[in-house]
């Protein structure tokens, strides 16, 4: 589902909302929000992160720079922080699921630890949707089952940090 992005003069920056608008029939140059025509700059934008958006993520200052990157990440060495694109257009829940389950087998030796896990989706909304929860606790509580000391920073947060989880 495509998601607004941009400024409309009635409401300001858009990124900064949860907005579920239908997708206008309209002109492109009639603002969904506020109904001006040619004044704001919003726009429809598909709900994937793009390269650009994943080489702005990781180099946020709260990224690690030894992780890895699923999915979409160039196989490589192990890395102990792992960034996980909830929007990526090859995400798939059950995919990330044997990834960690392979991850809590290698948590047990000293140099394949995994000290964090950082979930990031365009939208709140698209992060509960894709994750197929509203509630995180569980299922972090799941893959710490074998070990307890496995990633003890796991955070969900928006692309611009308009909303982010307690860390679990």
Not at 27 to 45: F, N, Y
Not at 111 to 122: A, H, N, Q, Y
Request: net charge negative; with cysteine; aromatic share 10%.
């Amino acid at each position: 589902m495509p998601i607004l992005q941009g400024y409309c003069q009635e409401i300001g920056h858009v990124e900064t909302l949860e907005i579920s608008v239908a997708e206008p029939d309209g002109p492109a140059d009639t603002c969904p929000l506020c109904g001006q025509h040619q004044i704001c700059d919003v726009r429809w934008r598909e709900d994937e992160f793009t390269a650009y958006d994943m080489d702005r993520i990781l180099s946020d200052e709260d990224t690690p720079y030894n992780h890895n990157v699923y999915p979409g990440g160039v196989p490589g060495r192990f890395q102990p922080h792992l960034v996980v694109f909830v929007d990526h257009p090859a995400f798939d829940i059950e995919q990330l699921e044997d990834t960690l389950r392979r991850r809590v087998r290698r948590h047990a030796s000293p140099e394949t630890r995994t000290l964090s896990i950082r979930f990031v989706s365009l939208t709140k909304r698209s992060m509960f949707a894709k994750m197929g929860t509203k509630q995180f606790r569980p299922m972090v509580d799941r893959w710490r089952w074998l070990d307890a000391t496995f990633a003890p920073i796991i955070t969900f947060r928006t692309m611009n940090r308009s909303w982010q989880s307690r860390n679990f």
